[in-house]
């Protein structure tokens, strides 16, 4: 029953946070429930989230843009800015006729189309396929390339175990029932944190990390949790803590390896028949390259790890099934290349790579799809076209872009310049919760002549538009739901109407397109529901099992994925036969030095693992003064930032922000007590958040996680709300790779004192009357 009495309809939906019921009654979303054990409880935060205030419900248009035209201005973004809402035909014109004034006088390189893929589980109502469709249809855009979770691994990685065997790391990974099987350690860098595991692209039909984690622990499975926080690791597992300092994850693996080459514990055939560069580790971790050995005592003195412990997990290693583990977090850091290069090495040094149970992995921990099984026939999806476009920049890199145009930059060996962008396009984003430094991210949203943003809710980033669409949720509208590796594909029936005037992405877009000309060339002639159809029917077609027709589909709910492959080894065939199955790399093998690397001639990092001390680092010369290391890790009462509004979100504040986690000891010598609101501050912004107190976090570790609505509405801190990205640092892991630095940074901590600032996030903006074109 609702509030009112009547009985409540539940309708089976999915998210990115899994499959579950929503109860509806009146039009409204009432509750939610599933029946999966293990099922996230971020679910709890759909029915506050899905009715309210910040609902974006009209088109809307900055006054300034309005009465002024397209231009750069600082003022975009300002609290207090001003809104008008106007009918969907009167905006659809002027944003046709801004598109074709940028086209014409600039180039579609002038026009990005920042898109982060998140904002919908459903395969067709896909926000980055629906944006970047509409752009490659108007003659195309300047895009973004890999990814603020794991851009090191995307592109390091390729060059050390190949193009091929990047992609089977990322989505081929032993499952968990293998790892039960098999494995007799596992020693993680970064920890297996649950929550993380709670959210897959595209959603999953069950939960399937934590009965792993449970299953592997029962099976005997040790586990060695290398982390400044506790609780990376379930209970369950049973792990040994090591609280190493943050950011000296390649430390301790060059020590690990100096001990195994020292005790001859190393499996010097694995190295010779199956690596190259080998020897070039070896006389790195022996000093003979820097005069500086690596062993447990030198390592000792950055992580405060005893050297002891660090001999012993070595040859604890060495004497059993080990799995290397270096989580996602831990290469979003300066030089977040190192420990990624580091785990290989130190993984083929065990000479364990290809084995069942053993090797080199990333991504147990960080996400719920890895260990979850593989889908190799695919899934059905919304083709995005070709961009005829030869533009694109590292994502992570959008500041960079926008404030200095035909500025120079590296990556990944190449020169490359920044396009002058005229027109932003953002859909189901929000870089105001996921990019660094966002003064400077502000500065930069002011540059361009026009920012168009498609939303659900009035984010950050909507608030930093010029144009405003509303779009519809995924509870109202029809989808496809699945996610690679997933059990089953699934239907996402509509459950509650659109809110306000809200539309579905594809339906605006094909409008735009109209005015522009090309209408026939995006929708193809298809409606919404044609389109699913023709997804279903072409992805049905790929097997020979017998499918359900999409009638049938659809009043099943879903439909089991044949073909589905549970994973058991990585690299198994190339460990039988590497000269029939050669990596892609330029020796066909796994390189631990890597001469193509080492051309490129980057400081930042060189053709081999190496120990890099990054800025952000307890011990160093920033440390004099900000001598907290904040750790901004994902968080778990939400996605990323969405639905940050809702129920289960809110329980996690602390006086209604943010919490920060910090050491009692740190706490006490600051003069801070559980609940107190704090400002945290460095050179780079300030925030408030709310404290609790936890030995879960080492020593000189705060812990802030991503994900709280930015709020600079007050001058009394940069944020008031506690997103921890005002004090991140934007600049690349290396010239490499450019990924996000985000993980990690320095800070001090002080008790607020007086009446805090009310936090002002979940106001919508403020609506002025009405404009009158002239």
Not at 505 to 514: C, F, K, S, T
Not at 541 to 546: A, I, K, L, Q, S
Not at 585 to 613: N, V
Request: hydrophobic fraction near 35%; charged fraction near 20%; glycine fraction near 12%.
């Amino acid at each position: 029953m609702d509030g009112h009495g009547e009985q409540a309809v539940g309708v089976s939906t999915s998210s990115h946070w899994g499959a579950y019921d929503v109860l509806v009654s009146g039009g409204r979303v009432v509750g939610v429930r599933a029946d999966d054990p293990d099922a996230a409880p971020l679910s709890g935060n759909v029915p506050d989230a899905q009715h309210h205030a910040t609902r974006v419900a009209a088109p809307a248009v900055r006054r300034r843009w309005l009465e002024n035209g397209p231009g750069s201005d600082s003022l975009r973004g300002a609290p207090g800015d001003e809104y008008v809402e106007l009918d969907w035909d009167t905006v659809l014109d002027l944003l046709a006729a801004e598109f074709d004034r940028v086209r014409s006088e600039h180039g579609n390189a002038a026009i990005y189309g920042g898109s982060y893929g998140w904002a919908s589980a459903g395969r067709f109502h896909h926000s980055q396929s629906q944006i970047h469709r509409f752009l490659n249809t108007i003659g195309g855009y300047t895009r973004s390339r890999n990814t603020y979770s794991h851009a090191c691994v995307e592109v390091l990685l390729p060059h050390v175990m190949g193009l091929g065997g990047t992609a089977d790391l990322l989505e081929r990974a032993p499952t968990w029932d293998a790892v039960a099987r098999h494995t007799d350690l596992i020693v993680t860098f970064g920890g297996l944190r649950l929550s993380n595991t709670w959210n897959t692209s595209g959603g999953r039909a069950r939960q399937s990390a934590a009965a792993g984690m449970r299953a592997a622990a029962e099976k005997g499975v040790q586990t060695v949790s290398i982390s400044p926080l506790r609780d990376d690791t379930v209970d369950e597992m049973g792990a040994q803590w090591l609280p190493a300092d943050p950011g000296t994850d390649t430390a301790i693996q060059l020590a690990l390896i100096h001990t195994l080459f020292d005790e001859g514990l190393a499996d010097f055939d694995f190295l010779d028949r199956y690596t190259v560069g080998a020897d070039v580790l070896r006389r790195y971790v022996r000093g003979e390259h820097d005069g500086v050995a690596k062993t447990p005592e030198w390592a000792e003195g950055l992580c405060r790890l005893p050297a002891a412990t660090l001999r012993d997990l070595a040859r604890r290693m060495a004497g059993g099934r080990t799995l290397v583990n270096v989580g996602w977090s831990v290469q979003r850091t300066r030089f977040g290349e190192q420990p990624l290069w580091g785990g290989v090495a130190l993984a083929a040094c065990l000479g364990q790579i290809g084995l069942p149970g053993g090797g080199f992995a990333t991504g147990y921990g960080s996400t719920g799809n890895y260990a979850g099984g593989s889908t190799p026939s695919g899934l059905p999806r919304f083709p995005q076209g070709i961009n005829p476009v030869d533009s694109a920049i590292p994502v992570a890199r959008v500041a960079d872009m926008l404030l200095n145009p035909g500025e120079p930059y590296d990556y990944n060996g190449r020169r490359h310049a920044y396009p002058d962008i005229r027109l932003v396009a953002w859909s189901g984003g929000n870089p105001f919760h996921h990019h660094q430094d966002l003064a400077r991210l502000t500065r930069a949203f002011s540059r361009p002549e026009t920012v168009l943003v498609v939303e659900t809710h009035w984010t950050a980033t909507a608030r930093h538009a010029d144009i405003v669409l509303p779009s519809t949720t995924s509870l109202e509208r029809d989808d496809i739901g699945a996610s690679q590796g997933d059990l089953r594909v699934r239907a996402m029936p509509r459950a509650v109407p659109a809110h306000g005037s809200a539309r579905d992405e594809y339906d605006v877009y094909a409008d735009l397109a109209e005015r522009l000309g090309v209408r026939g060339e995006f929708t193809e002639g298809r409606t919404s529901a044609q389109w699913l159809r023709h997804m279903y029917r072409q992805w049905r077609n790929r097997y020979r099992t017998p499918l359900p027709d999409f009638d049938a589909f659809w009043a099943a709910g879903g439909v089991d994925i044949p073909d589905r492959v549970e994973d058991t080894t990585l690299f198994g065939d190339f460990r039988a036969d590497p000269g029939a199955h050669p990596l892609g790399t330029p020796s066909g093998r796994i390189e631990l030095y890597s001469q193509t690397i080492a051309s490129f001639g980057y400081d930042d990092c060189p053709g081999h693992p190496a120990w890099l001390p990054g800025p952000e680092r307890i011990g160093g010369e920033r440390a004099r003064r900000w001598p907290l290391l904040l750790i901004a890790n994902q968080p778990r009462g939400r996605l990323h930032s969405q639905q940050d509004m809702g129920a289960y979100s809110r329980s996690q504040k602390v006086a209604d922000r943010a919490r920060l986690r910090m050491h009692p000891d740190d706490a006490r010598a600051r003069g801070i007590a559980d609940g107190d609101v704090v400002r945290v501050r460095n050179d780079r912004g300030s925030l408030l958040a709310g404290v609790e107190t936890s030995t879960a976090v080492r020593p000189d570790v705060v812990q802030l996680s991503t994900g709280a609505w930015y709020d600079p509405s007050s001058s009394e801190a940069t944020c008031v709300h506690g997103n921890p990205n005002v004090l991140t640092a934007d600049t690349g892991s290396s010239a490499l790779s450019q990924g996000t630095t985000g993980q990690h940074v320095l800070v001090e901590v002080a008790r607020y004192e007086g009446e805090p600032p009310p936090v002002r996030a979940f106001e919508p903006p403020r609506l002025g009357a009405p404009w009158i074109r002239r």
